[in-house]
Each structure stands twice: as structure tokens, then as C-alpha cells.
């Protein structure tokens, strides 16, 4: 098999100075300042990387580097400590949402999604229904307010993008352990659940969706023949607990029993899924026996997996560029990749479907050996082999994300 050699980033366009006061620091600087949820601020920050793409450094040069980013991501937006409701854009009284649970000490963080549709749905009612359990489980609980109340509120209007830099700015605040943030929610609280926490599974130790399924498609006899794009693949390490009535009016069992069968599927193709299903009769469109508490005792004890030896990522949001050890300068929307560790040693496998051009594999020490050689297979034909090294520009497009399990130092970029 042909050798490929080690491809950078892009091209070099600055000249490299180690160290705060260095010449990029500034391009650190701006790379945080830009907005990476518009379209304006993505290709910003991608000019930003492509300068800094060919900035090579030792190992014990770039985790310091690393440190530095992860500390600049400390001097964030924080959020108000105290129990109570907010706006988050005060002066236009926009982006209604509740602090409650514990804001002492939390031991984690639960992101609780309302019901409602068009029209209709409030924060107050997440809050009324959800705080006493989450307070018992002594988390900090958020209750945002969708943005625009529509039938998919929580992926409408900006509504996503919010709910992640809520999540985000917690972390900070409360000093959190990202490995217990946790989504749940009902009715269209419990889509919320499903679909957010598919988009961004990496960063979620489980999500608990009750009475509310993810989107699904339908031929013209309205029977059901998928689940929208971007939610059943991306599911593969993050636990899901489901709660349904099989008696709801409101919202039939129908799009919960289908996805869970996708997700039995997707299990046997592709090994992982923590998924468990319950289902009763009697409850209406109302909360589970023993009430929501009941529910969230399901995933009180789970964690986050930080470091999957298989990634299956069906990107669907031009501005989520990163799933686990896999990293997408400019995600091609619904195109599936599933990358896997071994069986060999310092093999990285990937099965990939559609155009994925500008997709990394980023180098995780936990799961293979970064000093040694390493071998990448792309649709069994292989794509690089060689000893990589690490760049600023991945040093700052993961570390920025202040998430120091998540964070790299070095990348292989896929032709």
C-alpha cells in the first residue's frame, strides 16, 4: 500500500511565536471574540485555523498551549448564581429562563425542556413539574424558555445555539463537572431531549425524554418510516431513558416505539447504545408513576463517556465541528461516518458515506499511542500512515470548547 504523508492543516500564513505574548495570541483572541453559531463567525474562526494550521509544536509545547486556551475559555460569560428568572439579553428582555435546583453546590447540571407547540409553552411549567426531583439530586437546574413557540421550538429561531451557550456558561459559573450535565424534558420537552441530545451527544451524560419522541418521517399514508436525520446515529455513546403512556392523546406512542426500534438496530450494526424503554398504560399525556422523580432516577448515576472506541456522527448543524475524536472543518449535513479503534493496534478505521471532505480523526492518547506509528483505513483503502504532529490550530478549535476531556493536541487530516 502506498505511504501518505502527513498532511498539515493548511498553509502557513504566520509565522510561529511560542508563548503569551507571542504573534498569535492575538488570532486566540479573535478566534473567541468571533460568534462560531453564525455564519459570519465560522468563517472566521476557519481563517483563523488556517493560519494557525501549520504552527507545529513539541507534545509538551502544545499542552501548554492547551492549558492557556482552556484558561481563556475560563474568562467567559458566566451566569447569575442566585435561584430565580432571567433574561439573558436584558436590555430586549429576550431568552426567558429559571435557575433553580441546587445553586450551592451542585453535583451536576440537568438542562430541563418545557412542553407546548405553536403558540403555546412556558418555562414555569418545566420548573413547577421538574425542580423538587432535581433539587433532591442536588443539581443545578436551567429552564429556558424556547425562543419562538412553535411546533419544534427547540430547534427553532436560535433556540439550539442558546441552550448550548447556556449549558456552556454554567459549566463555568459552578465550576461542573462536564461529565454530568444531563438534558430531560416532556411533551415537546422530551423532543427537545431526543433531538439535542443527539446533536450533542459528546457533550451529555444521558438525556431522560418523557412523553415526546423524535421527529419522524412518514409516506404520504402517514405511517412512519424513519426518524429525521442526525438523531439515531449520533446516539451510539450517550444513554437515553424513555418514558411513554402507551394511552397518551396528545402524544401517541407511535414516533417513541419506532425510534426505539431504530435504535435496536442501530445497536446491532454497530455495537453500543445505552437505551431502555418504558412504557406504561393509564398515565395519559401526564408525568410517569411516581412522578418525574421516578424518571430522572434512571439516570442519576451515569456519567459521561468521553472516550469511545467507536464514533458514529451524522452531522446535521453547520456549526457543531466536533463529535468525541472526530473533528469537521465544515460538516456536510446528513453524510454518516463511523469511526472505529483497531482491532489492530494504532488502527483507526472509518466507514464513511457522502462527501467528507475536511473530516479529521483527532489523535487520542487514551486509545491509541501517539508516539508510535499510526494507520488510518478510510472505506478499507488506507489514507495515512505516519507519526502525527501536533498544531495550534487544533490546540484552539478543541480547546476552545473548555472541555479538557475533549481537548487535542494533534489531528489527522483526511484526504
Not at 429559571?98 to 403555546?120: D, E, F, Q, Y
Not at 464514533?311 to 472526530?326: C, D, F, G, N
Request: charged share 25%; proline share 6%.
Amino acid at each position: 500500500m502506498s505511504v501518505i504523508p502527513l498532511l498539515t492543516f493548511c498553509l502557513a500564513l504566520v509565522p510561529f511565536q511560542s508563548g503569551a505574548k507571542g504573534g498569535h495570541a492575538a488570532r486566540i483572541e479573535a478566534y473567541f471574540a468571533a460568534d462560531a453559531k453564525t455564519a459570519e463567525g465560522q468563517r472566521e474562526r476557519r481563517a483563523i485555523l488556517r493560519e494557525l494550521g501549520s504552527v507545529e509544536l513539541t507534545p509538551a509545547a502544545a499542552e501548554k498551549e492547551l492549558a492557556g486556551v482552556l484558561k481563556r475559555w475560563e474568562k467567559g460569560r458566566t451566569l447569575e448564581k442566585k435561584s430565580g428568572q432571567r433574561h439573558y439579553w436584558e436590555e430586549e428582555k429576550r431568552g426567558f429562563y429559571i435557575v433553580g435546583g441546587n445553586t450551592k453546590k451542585p453535583k451536576g447540571l440537568a438542562l430541563c425542556m418545557h412542553g407546548g407547540g405553536k403558540g403555546s409553552g412556558d418555562a414555569s411549567s418545566a420548573h413547577g413539574s421538574y425542580d423538587g426531583a432535581l433539587s433532591d439530586l442536588d443539581w443545578l437546574a436551567l429552564y429556558p424558555e424556547v425562543l419562538e413557540k412553535t411546533e419544534c421550538g427547540w430547534t427553532d429561531s436560535g433556540t439550539e445555539e442558546w441552550v448550548m451557550e447556556l449549558v456552556e456558561n454554567a459549566r463555568r459559573t459552578w465550576k461542573l463537572d462536564p461529565d454530568r450535565v444531563y438534558l430531560c424534558g416532556h411533551s415537546m420537552g422530551g423532543y427537545g431531549s431526543w433531538t439535542l441530545g443527539a446533536h450533542h451527544a459528546d457533550q451529555l451524560a444521558a438525556v431522560a425524554p418523557s412523553a415526546g419522541g423524535p421527529t419522524p418521517l412518514m409516506d404520504r399514508s402517514k405511517a412512519i418510516i424513519g426518524i429525521v436525520e442526525g438523531v439515531i446515529p449520533n446516539l451510539r455513546n450517550l444513554a437515553v431513558r424513555i418514558y411513554q403512556s402507551g394511552d397518551d392523546p396528545q402524544v401517541p406512542p407511535d414516533a417513541n416505539r419506532f425510534a426505539v426500534k431504530e435504535l435496536e438496530k442501530a445497536k446491532a450494526l454497530w455495537g453500543g447504545y445505552d437505551f431502555e424503554y418504558w412504557e406504561v398504560n393509564g398515565e395519559g399525556h401526564g408525568a410517569p408513576p411516581g412522578g418525574f422523580g421516578a424518571h430522572l432516577a434512571k439516570i442519576a448515576e451515569l456519567t459521561r463517556t468521553t472516550h469511545p472506541d467507536t464514533v458514529v456522527w451524522q452531522p446535521t448543524l453547520a456549526w457543531k465541528l466536533q463529535s468525541y475524536w472526530l473533528y469537521w472543518e465544515e460538516p456536510v449535513k446528513n453524510s454518516l461516518v463511523v469511526a472505529r479503534i483497531g482491532p489492530e493496534k494504532n488502527t483507526i478505521r472509518l466507514t464513511t458515506t457522502g462527501d467528507v471532505r475536511g473530516l479529521c480523526v483527532l489523535v487520542d492518547p487514551k486509545l491509541v499511542d501517539p508516539k508510535k506509528e499510526l494507520y488510518v483505513y478510510k472505506n478499507e483503502l488506507e489514507v495515512y500512515r505516519g507519526i502525527p504532529v501536533p498544531d495550534l490550530a487544533t490546540v484552539l478549535a478543541t480547546g476552545a470548547r473548555g472541555d479538557p476531556a475533549l481537548a487535542y493536541t494533534t489531528r489527522i487530516r483526511l484526504p
